[in-house]
């Protein structure tokens, strides 16, 4: 299919998405208009809600580019979710534990999480390329060791923060956040007293992982488009035989194929941690980070440029739809329905071809046998 | 000694428990896979059968009709599954993706439709759970002093104390195992999934044969959500399959696509998910945290030093076109 078709495809598939959202609210006795006005007006109703939007949408749009990734090479990074955990656990540690200067104590601890995620992930690389096991079971087997590791991280007194749930805070140096110090120094306060439009755009925690999410994006299309590394990678995942046989180690290929996807949610993980969180807490059940990713990429056509948008409508639809619940008593949940159904559409290209197809002939005035 | 064989017991008991929704899901991957269509929407299908088998079992009271609505909840998930995969030729992994976000949210949506707007469904008394049809059949021993009372306790607890749903499950595996290897529809079901264009050429009708295949994969694993819900526990709430589906995935793979080798890799993953919570219980001082990670850290072990490289269906997530080349 040609790239312009496959933006279409894209484009349908979201408004059908959003289609069955309506049915299904109408079906249940609410007013789909309204409940798609709330949805519009909590994600674009004040510029708190643009920020929140994508405060949101940032770590998704991270673990996106981790799953378009490794699709784009072959691989099935099921493990986004762990390798979240896993670079949300170090960045922690190395945020309380380090002692070093702003901006630099950030960029380390993101490095931290990172290089860490990046060695979990290399564990399913490796486990594939030496004993041909397939990456989804190993992923899925990491993903809640990830989950029970970060639970049991949380037991040691040097990390958690007595009487609660959480680690400690990380250090302010280790921060993210835009204007952080700023915002609630005298100064700040004083100077956002009267700016009320200003006020509202910093009221949410907004950090630079956004900037870090666009940043990787480009990183990521500029490697596999651009260098040797990304051109050896991507004929990995086309062909292995052929990849093979053209003198590409593919079992090196394989594993640092996956190592660099860690990388990436290792970064996601980093960045919720020192921009939004400033701690790590008890889990008791996956939050959804990774899964969350592997709809962002198939929304964005495995595109790692593509993730920034389709990030951000999944950002904005689950921000937006969980003020349904609250203000007109409809179930939230109605939006992880409408992006399933996206997710669907997306998959079903023939489905629209078929459509295209009617279409022409119509428009020719054929018979439509 | 005693103590140890009603220990044991306690273990076996748990472990079979948790197996059992395992199993039957684990079945469904089975089915699905051998005719060729990669189902990971699992998780999804689970959830809407342990969300409908609450729901009909708390309202009707007859909890044969919740499993059976369960199973038949699941069938209608994975009909979605079979349009996408089968008939437009979809990705099949992004289909289950998808069947993963649209199963727990519909799951949530009517749970909130059904019971006044709570994300978890009313529990059905116990009368009205699945009956365990042989806890009568040994005396219950209050007291535990000689072999033969440890004996008793063992049985009743690893086995007479069982829902009637962990004995289904494994009279479940030897049925698909019997279709699958026995008859016509598994020869058909194995060959579709093997080399569908051959298939084809013999006559057998591959869409039909992989519609079928992946409906039954959804009733299966709606009677696993269901085994969960109106069984192991009496009702449904957001967290209750949070990753069995995966791990039915996982252990299907470990199994190596075969029905008894599914069974197997569930009944390993479930022992130690037993030993797990009786640890918990005990005074031997291991981090929680730690034990409940075991499971999954045998299983990976168990991957890489008894089963190594599985291959499954050839022809297992591949679309098919009739008339192509």
């Keep these: ?369 | 000694m005693i103590s140890i064989i009603n220990n044991l017991g306690i273990i076996i008991g748990i472990s079979l428990m948790y197996s059992a929704p395992l199993i039957y899901t684990a079945l469904g991957g089975v089915i699905s896979e051998n005719a060729g269509v990669v189902n990971i929407g699992l998780e999804g299908m689970m959830t809407i059968g342990a969300l409908v088998g609450a729901t009909v079992g708390y309202y009707s009271g007859n909890p044969w009709l919740a499993f059976l609505a369960a199973g038949i909840a699941g069938g209608i998930m994975a009909i979605l599954h079979g349009i996408a995969s089968i008939t437009f030729t979809a990705d099949q992994i992004v289909s289950g993706i998808a069947i993963n976000f649209i199963g727990p949210g519909l799951a949530l949506f009517l749970s909130r439709l059904f019971f006044e707007g709570a994300t978890m469904t009313k529990p059905i008394p116990l009368d009205n759970k699945m009956p365990q049809p042989f806890k009568n059949i040994l005396p219950e021993v209050t007291q535990v002093e000689t072999i033969k009372d440890a004996m008793i306790n063992f049985f009743r607890n690893a086995i007479f104390n069982q829902y009637i749903t962990v004995f289904i499950a494994f009279i479940l595996v030897f049925i698909v195992w019997f279709v699958l290897y026995k008859t016509k529809l598994g020869l058909r079901i194995r060959s579709v999934g093997e080399h569908p264009r051959a298939a084809d050429t013999l006559g057998i009708n591959v869409y039909r044969i992989k519609y079928i295949a992946v409906i039954l994969s959804g009733v299966f694993a709606g009677f696993g959500g269901a085994a969960m819900s109106i069984a192991v526990v009496a009702n449904y709430r957001a967290t209750l399959i949070s990753g069995q589906g995966f791990i039915a995935l996982a252990a299907m793979i470990f199994g190596k696509w075969k029905p008894q080798g599914a069974m197997w890799a569930c009944l390993l993953f479930g022992a130690a998910q037993g030993i797990a919570i009786y640890l918990g219980g005990t005074a031997i001082k291991v981090p929680s945290t730690l034990l409940a990670m075991t499971p999954y850290v045998i299983t990976l072990l168990a991957l890489i030093f008894v089963v190594g490289e599985g291959n499954g269906p050839k022809a297992n997530g591949l679309p098919y076109e009739k008339n192509q080349g």
């Design chain 1, 1 to 369: 299919m040609k790239k312009n078709n496959k933006f279409i495809v894209t484009l349908f598939s979201i408004f059908l998405g959003l289609v069955v959202g309506a049915i299904i609210l109408f079906i249940s006795g609410y007013n789909p208009i309204e409940a798609y006005q709330v949805m519009f007006m909590g994600i674009f109703g004040s510029p708190k809600y643009i920020s929140y939007t994508i405060v949101r949408s940032t770590p998704i749009i991270i673990t996106g580019i981790s799953v378009a990734f490794a699709f784009k090479t072959g691989l099935f990074n099921i493990g986004a979710e762990g390798q979240f955990i896993i670079g949300s656990i170090f960045a922690m540690i190395a945020g309380y534990l380090f002692k070093l200067p702003p901006v630099i104590h950030g960029l380390v601890a993101i490095l931290v999480g990172a290089l860490a995620a990046g060695i979990w992930a290399g564990i399913v690389g490796v486990l594939k390329s030496k004993f041909g096991i397939n990456e989804v079971i190993s992923s899925i087997m990491l993903n809640w060791i990830a989950l029970y590791m970060n639970n049991y991280f949380l037991t040691f007194p040097l990390l958690r923060r007595p009487n609660s749930d959480a680690s400690f805070k990380v250090l302010d140096t280790a921060k993210i956040n835009f204007l952080g110090q700023w915002k609630v120094s005298e100064a700040g306060k004083a100077f956002l007293k009267d700016n009320k439009f200003l006020r509202e755009l910093l009221n949410p925690p907004v950090n630079y992982g956004f900037l870090i999410a666009i940043l990787l994006a480009i990183l990521v299309w500029y490697i596999l488009k651009h260098t040797t590394l990304g051109y050896q990678l991507k004929a990995v995942g086309y062909n292995k035989d052929a990849a093979e046989y053209g003198g590409i180690n593919i079992k090196k290929n394989i594993v640092v194929s996956m190592m660099i996807a860690g990388a990436i949610s290792g970064i996601a993980g980093a960045t919720q941690v020192l921009g939004v969180e400033h701690q790590i807490g008890i889990l008791a059940a996956s939050q959804g980070y990774g899964f969350n990713g592997m709809a962002v990429s198939l929304i964005a056509g495995n595109n790692p440029l593509a993730t920034i948008p389709a990030g951000l409508l999944f950002g904005g639809l689950t921000y937006g739809g969980g003020k349904l619940n609250s203000l007109i008593g409809a179930p939230s949940e109605v939006i992880n329905i409408a992006i399933g159904s996206i997710v669907f559409f997306v998959a079903m290209p023939k489905l629209f071809e078929m459509f295209g197809k009617i279409f022409t002939r119509r428009k020719r005035g054929e018979n439509l046998d």
